[in-house]
């Protein structure tokens, strides 16, 4: 019976938008090496290296608002898809970089600020599942 309960929760759908979704992070089923970056590429951009284990690529920018993919060990071994808000200043220089934020956390975000572009990048990390490449996890 407690086996069945947990089959429960794994299959549990949690909506978009939602305070429960903010919680949800995409984690890789592999590291991140130079043999599978482009896996990644989303809307034409690419990963960059900017520290040691981390790689960050733009998602969404716009004239307001600034959110960026980064990807690095942030849960145990565990590769997580993060978001964090990004600072440009003269057009294209980055000067700063947020705390990253739970994928679900950041999608909700950038779902009040462009709808459209959220459910695009739904839809990457669909094709991400799809292609087995990662998983949603429900972070405690």
Do not use: C, H
Not at 30 to 53: F, K, M, R
């Amino acid at each position: 019976m407690a086996e069945d309960n947990q089959n429960n929760q794994d299959n549990v759908e949690i909506t978009p938008g939602t305070e429960e979704f903010g919680k949800m992070v995409f984690r890789l089923n592999n590291p991140v090496n130079a043999e599978n970056i482009s896996v990644l590429n989303y809307n034409g951009a690419e990963l960059e290296q900017i520290q040691d284990g981390v790689y960050a690529q733009p998602a969404y920018v716009s004239d307001d608002f600034n959110l960026f993919f980064v990807v690095t060990q942030l849960i145990g071994d565990d590769w997580i898809v993060a978001f964090s808000k990004a600072t440009i200043t003269n057009g294209n220089e980055i000067t700063d970089l947020s705390d990253p934020l739970p994928t679900g956390e950041g999608l909700n975000l950038l779902g009040q600020t462009s709808a459209d572009d959220a459910n695009n990048l739904l839809s990457y990390f669909g094709t991400l599942v799809d292609a087995k490449r990662g998983e949603w996890r429900l972070i405690e």
